[in-house]
């Protein structure tokens, strides 16, 4: 979360204070500073906090610049009053960025003062609908959002990350800038932090586009949802575990920071339905269903009701495949427990595979490992084609050191899921990919190390939807 400090006057910044409440307002906070108010209508009162005073004043200025600003917008009309107001902020602010729109011309060797001539703005414009004059980048198209420029900055899930591993559906990455110079978007080219990137594809779609790109870490189960839903069915999971297997999911909802819903079907000892209910609190929700409804459509309900960003079972409800087939169909985040501890477990395992579906949920992968605090491992078994392979280690590698993640590359010529079975506790990651849902037996022979998750069922297993 950004603060802005806006600091304005007149019809200028009363139109661009509604085109800011009209877009994107949920992750910023803005500080309008003006001499005379003015009255805001449809206005978040908790993104926009409004002050009036003279911003020439050292004093009043100096008060609000104790607090951490991202960048300082300033829409004044008169040279002297944006003279005096920049002096004021360089006075507690050294290196603050500071944006300013005027149609004078500002003389600053300052490079953290970056001038918008309003004057150039409008002429640049009007060049648009003169005949046989080539239209200029920033209005190329439609001019409804069909062209996007995005700075990727260090944070964003999209860097170190391969063009061919990011999903691209209505939507394209049509060109990288980086260091000031063109780069084609190939296949095989990685992203790095600070490229720009030139997206072209529905309106819609780069909006959220954007807020992916610009999403930093630490926001996980989001985007998928916002709180964590433990389904237990009675007929199927072990009562006499089921205590426990809340109090992991407790430990869960604390480590996310997130509100847990404890969904429960066919209720059928009474005393234990009493022992869940004691776990309700004010972040833990308990809901016990004693109808005969569809699953299907009960779960359904409560993710949309609850906005649920992770779904929480136990290893009996995820070994039954018309589970596995329901739990799919969502296409959220699911995390199987095992009767191993949570409290205790450090570290997060991947076994690579010649897929790249694994690089498309690296972000969530860093964003779970940075809140649950534990290490990322990389098994590459060495027996198998290694091209695709090396490219997911540069980009984890890549991104462990952008995020100062440890991460430990396991290299063998060892069966992994074998070597695996032999410890004593971890979390395997794997993408929710059409192969979880398949019969078991379908799979005893495969050779893809997704296909045999279940080989590897003692241990916490979370499975992302790709």
């Given at each position: ?105 500002l003389h600053q060797d300052d490079p953290n003062i970056i001038a918008v001539n ?125 205590d426990e297997l809340i109090d992991k999911a407790k430990y869960l909802r604390g ?212």
């Amino acid at each position: 979360m950004k603060k802005i400090l806006i600091i304005g006057s007149g019809d200028v910044l009363r139109r661009f204070i509604d085109k800011i409440s009209q877009s994107y307002t949920s992750d910023n906070i803005y500080y309008i500073v003006e001499s005379s108010a003015s009255n805001y209508e449809h206005i978040n009162q908790s993104r926009f906090k409004f002050f009036e005073f003279d911003p020439t004043s050292h004093y009043k200025l100096a008060n609000i610049l104790k607090m951490d600003f991202f960048q300082v917008m300033i829409m004044l009309d008169r040279p002297d009053d944006i003279e005096h107001t920049i002096k004021n902020i360089r006075l507690e602010k050294k290196h603050l960025r500071i944006v300013v729109l005027s149609e004078f011309e500002l003389h600053q060797d300052d490079p953290n003062i970056i001038a918008v001539n309003s004057n150039d703005l409008l002429s640049y414009r009007m060049l648009d609908f003169l005949p046989n004059i080539p239209v200029v980048a920033q209005n190329v198209g439609l001019g409804e959002g069909e062209i996007m420029e995005v700075m990727v900055p260090f944070g964003s899930s999209f860097i170190y990350r391969h063009i061919s591993a990011i999903e691209q559906r209505e939507w394209r990455i049509a060109a990288i800038y980086r260091n000031q110079e063109l780069v084609l978007p190939y296949q095989t080219r990685m992203i790095h932090p600070n490229d720009v990137l030139l997206l072209i594809g529905d309106p819609k779609i780069l909006k959220s586009v954007y807020m992916g790109i610009k999403k930093e870490l630490g926001q996980f189960p989001e985007p998928y949802g916002t709180n964590l839903y433990l389904f237990i069915d009675m007929l199927a999971d072990n009562l006499l575990l089921l205590d426990e297997l809340i109090d992991k999911a407790k430990y869960l909802r604390g480590k996310f920071k997130k509100k847990l819903y404890v969904r429960v079907v066919n209720p059928t000892d009474l005393a234990v339905i009493q022992e869940i209910k004691k776990h309700a609190s004010l972040d833990v929700q308990v809901e016990i269903c004693y109808d005969d409804v569809a699953f299907n459509e009960l779960i359904r309900s409560d993710i949309k009701s609850f906005f649920i960003g992770l779904i929480v079972v136990s290893k009996e409800i995820f070994c039954h495949k018309g589970c596995r087939d329901l739990f799919y169909e969502f296409k959220i985040p699911l995390l199987k427990l095992s009767n191993k501890d949570v409290e205790g477990l450090k570290d997060g395992v991947i076994v690579l595979s010649d897929s790249r579906d694994i690089e498309k949920i690296s972000s969530s992968i860093f964003d779970i490992s940075q809140q649950l605090e534990y290490n990322l491992e990389l098994y590459n078994y060495l027996n198998e084609h290694q091209e695709v392979k090396e490219q997911m280690i540069e980009h984890f590698t890549n991104l462990a050191t952008n995020f100062t993640k440890k991460i430990h590359v396991e290299n063998s010529e060892k069966n992994p899921i074998k070597e695996l079975s032999k410890r004593d506790n971890f979390m395997q990651i794997l993408p929710f990919t059409k192969h979880i849902t398949r019969k078991r037996s379908l799979s005893m022979l495969s050779t893809n190390s997704d296909k045999l998750f279940f080989k590897l069922d003692d241990f916490h297993q979370l499975f992302i939807p790709i």
